[in-house]
């Protein structure tokens, strides 16, 4: 499910509090911080908003930074595309996701793609992205997904 179509509501409160009060203990040791409290900072992000739209994507973008040169990747560079995109843009995103390496099998990776070009209005090639992410999903609900997403640009 997209973290945008998820209900906050649902989340548990308890287990975010206990998760939020570990993270602030890991803060207070001090040192410079790991690859899992970065990662812990970036969950505390979304666990804090109460929406996708009230998430500080500056934030996280910049926690992307920093877990990028903890634990460089592709991957990690992705997801601060999707972050960079939801803070400044969907140009500045795909802007990001264009100098990634192909990464063959990877859903998230054409996923993302159609995302950030169908915010963009680019819609023939979102359609693209999204039919190649449902070609390589295993997941049948993720394949509904993007194939949804497929046919939104065609209206």
Not at 42 to 64: F, G, K, N
Not at 105 to 119: E, F, I, K, M
């Amino acid at each position: 499910m997209l973290l945008a179509d998820q209900d906050r509501r649902r989340w548990d409160r308890l287990l975010i509090r206990r998760g939020l009060v570990a993270l602030d203990h890991a803060e207070k040791l001090g040192g410079a911080p790991g690859p899992y409290e970065v990662q812990a900072e970036i969950a505390a992000c979304h666990a804090r908003a109460s929406s996708v739209q009230a998430t500080d994507w500056e934030r996280v973008a910049a926690l992307y930074v920093v877990l990028g040169h903890l634990t460089p990747s592709p991957v990690v560079e992705l997801n601060r595309a999707v972050a960079v995109g939801m803070a400044f843009g969907a140009e500045r995103g795909l802007e990001i996701v264009d100098t990634l390496p192909a990464l063959p099998g990877y859903v998230q990776l054409p996923a993302v793609r159609g995302d950030l070009l169908a915010r963009l209005g680019r819609h023939q090639e979102a359609r693209q992205q999204f039919a190649e992410a449902a070609a390589l999903t295993r997941n049948e609900r993720e394949r509904a997904l993007f194939e949804a997403r497929a046919r939104e640009g065609q209206q």
